[in-house]
């Protein structure tokens, strides 16, 4: 089992920056991929970054390149995103989750397992 909790939510201006961080705990990370993913309201759940555990390779979405950058401290099972440049529609729950698979996976489905969430919201 892996348990995963998300922190660093909040309420930014447009143009401000956060950092979200997801603690992950249980089963060894090596062969891990993990992810972020956003859920606005009225919208489906969306892939936002993703991260391999082992060798750090990553992808973004096009919405966020250039602005957030995903990375992962492996002595402390922590993955973060770095939020910059936000804008409105950055707005949304945010969620960590994890997968095993040899590349970073874009898909909701794909996922088994997911942290409770944490609230962004980036005020106009």
């Known amino acids: 089992q892996v348990q995963l909790v998300e922190s660093g939510g909040g309420l930014v201006q447009a143009g401000g920056s956060l950092r979200l961080s997801c603690a992950a705990s249980g089963r060894t990370f090596s062969s891990y991929i993990m992810g972020w993913f956003r859920q606005a309201p009225g919208k489906e759940r969306e892939f936002v970054a993703g991260?391999?555990?082992?060798?750090?390779?990553?992808r973004y979405a096009d919405s966020v390149k250039g602005r957030f950058t995903i990375s992962r401290d492996n002595a402390k099972k922590t993955v973060y995103l770095q939020m910059n440049s936000l804008k409105p529609e950055d707005t949304a729950v945010y969620y960590c989750?994890?997968?095993?698979?040899?590349?970073?996976?874009?898909?909701?489905?794909?996922?088994?397992?997911w942290g409770q969430g944490t609230q962004v919201t980036v005020s106009s």
């Open positions: 991260i391999r555990w082992f060798g750090g390779s990553t």
């Open positions: 989750a994890a997968t095993v698979s040899p590349a970073v996976l874009t898909s909701v489905n794909e996922y088994g397992y």
